[in-house]
Nanobody, 126 residues
Framework: QVQLVESGGGLVQAGGSLRLSCAAS????????MAWFRQAPGKEREFVAA????????YYVDFVKGRFTISRDNAKNTVALQMNSLKPEDTAVYYC???????????????????WGQGTQVTVFS
């Protein structure tokens, strides 16, 4: 089994920054796609960003482009989400997800991911 553990969430004022991190452990795979999703109260889980295996692409939902950056360290089995210029509407629980497909094309579709973290709360106040 694969375990994903997120960290780095917290309370931040609008305009501020946070860096989320996700560490994978257990039976990790040689290549995989990683992503971040988020879920606000009363709303469905939504795609935020994804990064394919080495040489693959990075993808963002429109409302975070230019503000968020996803990155990964394959040697350490970690993925990060740098979030800048945060807005109150970014408030949500952020989840890390892993797909065993290294160049997963349907990167914005939650059911395609095999493993999920427990989530980390991000709260942005104005």
């Amino acid at each position: 089994q694969v375990q994903l553990v997120e960290s780095g969430g917290g309370l931040v004022q609008a305009g501020g920054s946070l860096r989320l991190s996700c560490a994978a452990s257990g039976r990790t795979f040689s290549s995989y796609t990683m992503a971040w999703f988020r879920q606000a109260p009363g709303k469905e889980r939504e795609f935020v960003a994804a990064i394919q295996w080495s040489g693959g692409g990075t993808y963002y939902v429109d409302f975070v482009k230019g503000r968020f950056t996803i990155s990964r360290d394959n040697a350490k089995n970690t993925v990060a989400l740098q979030m800048n210029s945060l807005k109150p509407e970014d408030t949500a629980v952020y989840y890390c997800a892993m797909s065993r497909i290294p160049y997963y094309s349907q990167y914005n579709v939650p059911p395609g991911y095999d493993y999920w973290g427990q989530g980390t709360q991000v709260t942005v106040f104005s």
